[in-house]
Nanobody, 127 residues
Framework: QVRLEESGGGLVQAGGSLRLSCVAT????????LGWFRRAPGKEREFVAA????????RYADSVKGRFTISRDDAKNTVHLEVSNPQPEDTAVYFC????????????????????WGQGTQVTVSS
């Protein structure tokens, strides 16, 4: 059974840091590129970051570039999102997602393209 389970969310002060993790089970992890998305209150889900199968290509939304870092650990079937200097506008439910990819270097930012999704973890940033 395919499953993506996020963890690491919570309440954080602006300017602090936290690390989100997502553990995958039920599929061959290194055949998939991975992404993080978020949905803020009253807004649509939006792209945050993505990483290729090989880990050599990464893409970030302009709003998080320079503050967030995506990484993957294929030995542990885990993708991480390091959140540095969070701001109140980063408050959202964060989702990890996986997409089967034949190309080891491609990344995808379109959420409709992803095959599997986690349930999400809440991140709340206080000012």
């Amino acid at each position: 059974q395919v499953r993506l389970e996020e963890s690491g969310g919570g309440l954080v002060q602006a300017g602090g840091s936290l690390r989100l993790s997502c553990v995958a089970t039920g599929f061959i992890f290194n055949n998939f590129l991975l992404g993080w998305f978020r949905r803020a209150p009253g807004k649509e889900r939006e792209f945050v970051a993505a990483i290729s199968r090989s880990g050599t290509t990464r893409r970030y939304a302009d709003s998080v570039k320079g503050r967030f870092t995506i990484s993957r650990d294929d030995a542990k079937n885990t993708v991480h999102l390091e959140v540095s200097n969070p701001q109140p506008e980063d408050t959202a439910v964060y989702f990890c997602a996986a997409k089967l990819s034949a190309d080891s270097s491609v990344v995808v930012s379109l959420d409709d393209a992803y095959d599997y999704w986690g349930q999400g973890t809440q991140v709340t940033v206080s000012s």
